[in-house]
């Protein structure tokens, strides 16, 4: 069963359309007990990270989070949740990443060429083909770190794009279009 943590609704049904697009069955929650008995979590976008950490925190998610081992994908904002520090913001995030979270002076929105994305070292084999062109949409950023699968320059900082460790995983690019949909899928395993 996958299930999507319920903190932010706009973004929470981003995500379920696009499951719904991958005749993928899922459940939204925020029960923590419902939580363990999922095979896959996702933590979705959100508008405000500060705010979705308190109810995750609130409903004891976080913690839940931090010790059961399953698959665990955040996207954009949900990847930042599950980083260490929001630096400059006054607040830390689950610390599933052990990477700290940077602010853009402006939000950045580009498309990002598959040229232009870097397979590092821990690039895994199942993640080979990229597609043409991806879209990019944030406020935030991490840097390339020990983790990071795919990086590309924006502002001269070698951003990560995607993240794993074990059974975390981290996207930062727009899932809404057909190149993101597709890199969802792979890690869902579909």
């Not at 929650?29 to 979705?52: G, H, M, R, Y």
């Not at 998610?61 to 955040?74: A, D, Q």
């Not at 080979?128 to 990071?148: A, F, G, H, Q, R």
């Not at 001269?156 to 890199?183: A, H, M, P, T, V």
């Amino acid at each position: 069963m996958i299930s999507i943590i319920n903190y932010d609704n706009k973004f929470t049904t981003e995500v379920t359309c696009i499951l719904d697009e991958l005749g993928l069955s899922y459940k939204l929650l925020t029960d923590e007990v419902l939580i363990c008995k999922s095979e896959i979590i996702i933590l979705p976008d959100c508008s405000d990270k500060k705010k979705a950490l308190r109810k995750m925190q609130l409903m004891n998610i976080s913690n839940v989070l931090k010790i059961i081992n399953k698959k665990i994908i955040g996207i954009n904002n949900g990847m930042f949740l599950m980083c260490s520090n929001f630096v400059g913001e006054g607040f830390s995030g689950m610390g599933l990443f052990h990477s700290d979270v940077y602010s853009y002076s402006n939000s950045i929105d580009c498309e990002i060429s598959k040229d232009d994305i870097v397979k590092t070292k821990n690039n895994s084999p199942e993640f080979n083909e990229l597609c043409p062109v991806y879209k990019y949409k944030s406020s935030n950023y991490i840097l390339s770190n020990d983790n990071t699968c795919f990086n590309t320059i924006i502002e001269d900082k070698k951003i990560s794009l995607l993240d794993i460790q074990n059974n975390y995983f981290g996207i930062n690019l727009d899932l809404c279009c057909k190149s993101g949909k597709s890199l969802l899928q792979n890690i869902l395993g579909g």
